[in-house]
């Protein structure tokens, strides 16, 4: 009985101690329409996120979950925004497509500057190709730019059919989150941790917060 005991308590020590990065199910969805999430960012002030799609982009109240704005973007006939972000006060957002091609957009007016030379906080043409947007590339590629996102030693990362893997520092998948609905295979969710949540998307539309778990 004594050998049967610490057997068991050899078996117990020896299992991997897994907990929840993030409570399942998510504490807010936002539904952008029939789009394709590809990238996210939040405003200055945590009030708003900008949701890229693959077509253009869209400006959310998350408190409210109601769209402020819709920006349109066309690049060589692509709408596809695989890079969004704000600038410092959150006036403006910067997307930009395959090739690199940037547009500013006035958050308030909801139009677009073409101005683009007087915005010294978007990323150059240099910065543009080290995040994978450059001339040349195929309209056809894809580049997520949040494949990945760390918070606390845990590691997110896109996985298959557009599910999220988190990651132990060891690199021990520690949670999945996995979404049966995506219908494009190739789907990459994009990975964001800001203030005590998770944030992704799906390629139906879908922005999802989840609540990271008290570790």
Not at 45 to 68: C, P, Q, S
Request: charged letters at 25%; glycine letters at 10%.
């Amino acid at each position: 009985m004594k050998n049967f005991l610490a057997a068991m308590a050899v078996a117990c020590i020896s299992l991997p101690i897994t907990a929840q990065v993030v409570l399942v199910p998510a504490s807010k969805v936002i539904n952008v329409g029939k789009l394709e999430v590809t990238c996210l960012a939040v405003a200055p002030k945590g009030d708003r996120i900008l949701v890229g799609t693959n077509k253009g982009a869209e400006l959310f109240d998350i408190e409210k979950g109601k769209r402020v704005a819709s920006f349109a973007y066309n690049e060589d006939g692509s709408s596809v925004v695989y890079y969004a972000a704000f600038n410092e006060n959150g006036e403006y957002v910067v997307l930009i497509g395959f090739a690199g091609t940037r547009e500013v957009w006035d958050v308030k007016t909801g139009k677009q500057d073409k101005m683009i030379a007087r915005y010294k906080w978007i990323p150059d043409a240099i910065r543009t190709r080290e995040l994978g947007l450059k001339k040349g590339n195929s309209d056809f590629d894809r580049f997520y730019q949040q494949q990945e996102a760390e918070h606390g030693g845990i590691t997110a990362k896109a996985g298959k059919n557009g599910d999220v893997v988190f990651m132990d520092a060891d690199g021990n998948a520690v949670q999945n989150l996995t979404y049966p609905e995506n219908k494009d295979q190739h789907h990459q969710a994009p990975c964001l941790f800001h203030e005590g949540q998770f944030i992704t998307g799906t390629d139906n539309g879908r922005v999802l917060f989840y609540e990271l778990a008290k570790r």
